[in-house]
Nanobody
Framework: QVQLVESGGGLVQPGGSLRLSCAASGIYTTDPMGWYRQAPGKQRELVAWITRDRSTSYVDSVKDRFTISRDGAKNTIYLQMNSLKPEDTGVYYC?????????WGQGTRVTVSS
């Protein structure tokens, strides 16, 4: 059974940093994975994406502040978030896309507030 487990969320002041982790179990994968977020009252949006060859892409609002990476040995992807803003607040989910199926984690909450 494939599971994705996110961690690393929390409360941080504006300008602060957090690092999110998403660990995959039940599968060894180099398939594309990404981070999404859902702010209160808004639709879930794609934040960052990483491909098999580690190419990355970002939504404009987080470029130069967020960095997505993956550790193949640990079957884990990360999202380093710097210079956080209140508008980054939301639940962050990781997603894995395989040939057979798509998988979502349960989410980790990030709150940026003073």
């Amino acid at each position: 059974q494939v599971q994705l487990v996110e961690s690393g969320g929390g409360l941080v002041q504006p300008g602060g940093s957090l690092r999110l982790s998403c660990a995959a179990s039940g599968i060894y994968t180099t398939d594309p994975m990404g981070w999404y977020r859902q702010a209160p009252g808004k639709q879930r949006e794609l934040v960052a994406w990483i491909t098999r060859d580690r190419s990355t892409s970002y939504v404009d609002s987080v470029k130069d502040r967020f960095t997505i990476s993956r550790d193949g040995a640990k079957n884990t992807i990360y999202l380093q978030m710097n210079s956080l803003k209140p508008e980054d607040t939301g639940v962050y989910y990781c997603k894995l896309i395989t040939v057979k199926n798509d998988y979502w984690g349960q989410g980790t909450r990030v709150t940026v507030s003073s």
